[in-house]
Antibody, heavy 116, light 107 residues
């Protein structure tokens, strides 16, 4: 069974950093591209970033470019989202997803709240 | 960016009815279109990909159609477990973009 489990969410002050992790199991992690998608009640679902199978290609939405970094460790079956210079508008539930190129498996989500 | 305009925003239908949800892309996305179902408090789940291919394990009462810029999701014989919010998403081009969602309720 494909499983994606996010961790690392929480409450953080504006301007600070947070790192999300997504542990994958039930499939050959290194064979799949991965992505992060976030959701808020007001903006709905927003794609955040994607990474290729080997990690050599990464893609970001404009609003997080230069602040967020997606990465992966295929030996640990884990992908990451390093979030720096966080803003209140980054407050959301962040989902890890497998990209095939649609999103055919999702984690349960990690809540990130950016507030002083 | 490709804008995905989804309609209606909400929908109320009776058990056993057939419902349709529409998604209009701002440019041709060449059937690179997926539909997701999100039940309250849960993460989205893939229903349809490539506009009309049913994901493994999804009931056959769900179907997708369309091409170019116009796509639709059809749910036949509505069941109580279909209460959810449904989203379309294009994956033809970055940034990946989603429709705003259709909240489906039972009358």
């Amino acid at each position: 069974e494909v499983q994606l489990v996010e961790s690392g969410g929480g409450l953080v002050q504006p301007g600070r950093s947070l790192k999300l992790s997504c542990a994958a199991s039930g499939f050959t992690f290194s064979n799949y591209g991965m992505a992060w998608v976030r959701q808020t009640p007001t903006k709905g679902l927003e794609w955040v970033a994607s990474i290729s199978t080997g990690g050599g290609n990464t893609y970001y939405r404009d609003s997080v470019k230069g602040r967020f970094t997606i990465s992966r460790d295929n030996a640990k079956n884990t992908q990451y989202l390093q979030m720096d210079s966080l803003r209140s508008e980054d407050t959301a539930t962040y989902y890890c997803a497998r990209r095939t190129p649609f999103l055919d498996a999702w984690g349960q989500g990690a809540s990130v709240t950016v507030s002083s | 960016d490709i804008r995905m305009t989804q309609s209606p925003a909400s929908l109320s239908a009776s058990l056993g009815e057939t419902v349709n949800i529409e998604c209009l892309a701002s440019e041709d996305i060449y059937s690179d279109l997926a539909w997701y179902q999100q039940k309250p408090g849960k993460s989205p789940q893939l229903l349809i990909y490539n506009a009309n291919s049913l994901q493994n394990g999804v009931p056959s009462r769900f179907s997708g159609s369309g091409s170019g810029t116009q796509y639709s999701l059809k749910i036949n014989s509505l069941q109580s477990e279909d209460v959810a919010t449904y989203f379309c998403q294009q994956y033809n081009n970055y940034p990946l973009t989603f429709g705003s969602g259709t909240k489906l309720e039972i009358k």
